[in-house]
């Protein structure tokens, strides 16, 4: 997984880069007055959006709306005339429908890898099972892949949760007042999405992983 992800992340960035600069010359040059929508804007904000974030293809989806809403408002403010009949929402759709096929059958966007390797980032941070699954479909993760990668968890939520106690000082990582904050710590773990068993071992516990069994 991990080898995959940086193989993607390599190849994307020399590519958005490469798209970056291209579009920065142009950027100077129109420097001013608000653009016209046109595809070859958006896949330029594409291209930038992914040299600065990874990203899911639903999550570009929305950003690139925003961006065009964003445009679109700053024409108005302008006073650059727009178009704004019944069909322009439906030729924004299909745009940026466009844009991420491209992007997809470039190879620089994949929503199994970008799944996989948020997923791990937010295991290692302590993020408990339930979150972590939340959290990727805020990024736009479909729900089946969501389950798929879930499926593939080799941490546990007992680990996750002696991270997130560490991580937020929580429990034996205290510097005092430990046995009185108890309740609290253990609220506060059960917030974060872990069950009670794990709240408990990680609140009552010393802080490290228990010995693997020889």
């Known amino acids: 997984m991990k080898a995959h992800r940086s193989a993607f992340d390599e190849t994307q960035g020399q590519w958005v880069r490469m798209m970056g600069s291209e579009r920065d010359g142009k950027s ?24 600065r974030y990874a990203s899911s293809s639903d999550n570009l989806a929305r950003v690139l709306a925003r961006k065009i809403e964003r445009r679109r408002r700053a024409a108005i403010e ?8 019944e069909g322009s929402e439906e030729r924004d759709r299909a745009m940026i429908s466009d844009t991420i096929a491209k992007f997809l059958e470039l190879k620089l966007l994949d929503d199994r890898a970008y799944a996989e390797a948020r997923f791990a980032s937010l295991r290692r941070r302590g993020t408990s099972l339930r979150q972590t699954e ?6 736009g993760v479909p729900r089946e892949l969501r389950q798929a990668v879930a499926a593939q968890d080799e941490m546990g939520d007992a680990a996750a949760a002696l991270a997130y ?7 034996p990582h205290r ?39 020889s």
């Open 28 to 51: 100077r040059r129109s420097a001013g007055r608000p653009r016209p929508v046109t595809a070859d804007w958006l896949f330029r904000a594409a291209a930038h959006y992914l040299e």
């Open 78 to 85: 302008a006073g650059e005339p727009i178009e704004a009949d």
């Open 134 to 139: 939340a959290k990727l479909g805020q990024k």
């Open 165 to 171: 106690a560490r991580r937020r000082r929580l429990g």
């Open 175 to 213: 510097a005092a007042d430990r046995q009185t904050r108890r309740d609290r710590d253990i609220a506060a773990m059960m917030r974060a999405g872990f069950s009670f068993r794990d709240s408990v071992g990680a609140i009552d516990g010393t802080g490290e992983a228990p010995d693997e069994p």
